[in-house]
């Protein structure tokens, strides 16, 4: 029985639940946080507690209190407006998070492709701040800072204009990827999972096909040597329509389809707090195949 303690946030979500699903199963203490009382990850936790949302200056502090007065071993944070609000503040030695220069990187999209153009140009789209820049007809106008499918419009390059907080890349219709990684504090590659995505509900993968595909984990590798990663990451790459491998953003999360990379036999959740906490380094083997997600049958439990 793994009885360290790990503390997981952003419990009503995808990738919250499913990190609380995963590390029980494997025998950890876990204790669920969210900012509403509602969050199914409640139900699932040893312990639960509502904290403050991101954007409020009582969140550090009340997290830090929680960790320290609960003796919490280990952080994992599943929310970008949480990994944001952390960054850089002082010692975090309990907190899975990356340095503060990857975290600013790749919380901006913008920022994300510009800073990789320079060192991996023939994985970057084609972007712009201007819409009229573009070439391509058709283009995807993107919030610079955003999560999931939240403020992603497609549509013909005239139909846009410039507008702040936003940018523009050339619509890619081709196969999509997702690559879930986990890294080590030191930054060592610890596994990688890759999935084509082959249908998506509300920005999460219900059906996928984990396919350890040559070229994508030729570019994971070399956006992992890129920038400084220190815990979970997913990557997501999209063909273009010579079907070319593009890059489509970085999340420093887990994702919310994590369970599809359980089922091809990794926990990378559990990897994760492993090698973290005790140094351990799991074998494992990636079962290739297509995965789909059922609903589970719903089971009523109290929550306190």
């Given at each position: 029985?793994?009885?360290?303690?790990?503390?997981?946030?952003?419990a009503?979500?995808?990738a919250?639940?499913?990190?609380?699903?995963?590390?029980?199963?494997?025998?950890?203490?876990?204790?669920?946080?969210?900012?509403?009382?509602?969050?199914e990850?409640?139900?699932?936790?040893d312990?639960s507690?509502?904290?403050?949302p991101?954007?409020?200056?009582?969140?550090?502090?009340?997290?830090?209190?929680?960790?320290?007065?609960?003796?919490?071993?280990?952080?994992?944070?599943?929310?970008?407006?949480?990994?944001?609000?952390?960054?850089?503040?002082?010692?975090?030695?309990?907190?899975?998070?990356?340095?503060p220069?990857?975290?600013?990187?790749?919380?901006?999209?913008?920022?994300?492709?510009?800073?990789?153009?320079?060192?991996?140009?023939?994985?970057?789209?084609?972007?712009?701040?201007?819409?009229?820049?573009?070439?391509?007809?058709?283009?995807?106008?993107?919030?610079?800072?955003?999560?999931?499918?939240?403020?992603?419009?497609?549509?013909?390059?005239?139909?846009?204009?410039?507008?702040?907080?936003?940018?523009?890349?050339?619509?890619?219709?081709?196969?999509?990827?997702?690559?879930?990684?986990?890294?080590?504090?030191?930054?060592?590659?610890?596994?990688?999972?890759?999935?084509?995505?082959?249908?998506?509900?509300?920005?999460?993968?219900?059906?996928?096909?984990?396919?350890?595909?040559?070229?994508?984990?030729?570019?994971?590798?070399?956006?992992?040597?890129?920038?400084?990663?220190?815990?979970?990451?997913?990557?997501?790459?999209?063909?273009?329509?010579?079907g070319?491998?593009?890059?489509?953003?970085?999340?420093?999360?887990?994702?919310?389809?994590?369970?599809?990379?359980?089922?091809?036999?990794?926990?990378?959740?559990?990897?994760?707090?492993?090698?973290?906490?005790?140094?351990?380094?799991?074998?494992f083997?990636?079962?290739?195949?297509?995965?789909?997600?059922?609903?589970?049958?719903?089971?009523?439990?109290?929550s306190?």
């Amino acid at each position: 029985m793994n009885r360290a303690t790990v503390l997981v946030t952003g419990a009503g979500g995808p990738a919250g639940i499913n990190v609380v699903k995963l590390l029980k199963r494997d025998g950890f203490k876990v204790w669920a946080a969210d900012a509403s009382p509602y969050s199914e990850g409640f139900a699932l936790a040893d312990a639960s507690y509502v904290i403050p949302p991101a954007n409020d200056p009582r969140f550090p502090v009340e997290l830090d209190k929680l960790v320290r007065e609960g003796n919490v071993d280990l952080v994992i944070i599943t929310v970008d407006e949480e990994i944001e609000a952390l960054a850089g503040k002082g010692s975090r030695e309990r907190y899975v998070m990356h340095p503060p220069h990857t975290i600013e990187v790749c919380l901006n999209k913008y920022l994300t492709y510009r800073t990789l153009e320079r060192a991996l140009p023939e994985i970057v789209p084609e972007y712009s701040l201007r819409p009229q820049d573009l070439s391509a007809e058709l283009v995807v106008s993107k919030p610079v800072k955003g999560r999931g499918s939240r403020g992603v419009l497609v549509g013909k390059r005239d139909e846009f204009l410039e507008k702040e907080g936003v940018f523009f890349v050339e619509y890619l219709p081709g196969d999509e990827w997702t690559v879930d990684v986990v890294t080590s504090r030191e930054g060592e590659l610890l596994a990688a999972v890759p999935r084509r995505r082959l249908k998506v509900r509300a920005g999460v993968s219900v059906i996928g096909e984990v396919r350890l595909e040559e070229r994508v984990m030729k570019y994971t590798e070399m956006v992992l040597q890129s920038m400084e990663f220190t815990g979970p990451l997913n990557i997501q790459f999209k063909e273009n329509s010579r079907g070319e491998l593009k890059l489509q953003e970085i999340n420093l999360r887990f994702s919310g389809a994590l369970d599809i990379s359980a089922a091809a036999g990794v926990n990378l959740p559990s990897l994760l707090v492993k090698s973290w906490l005790y140094g351990e380094k799991v074998d494992f083997r990636i079962k290739e195949g297509r995965y789909v997600r059922v609903p589970e049958v719903y089971e009523w439990r109290t929550s306190g």
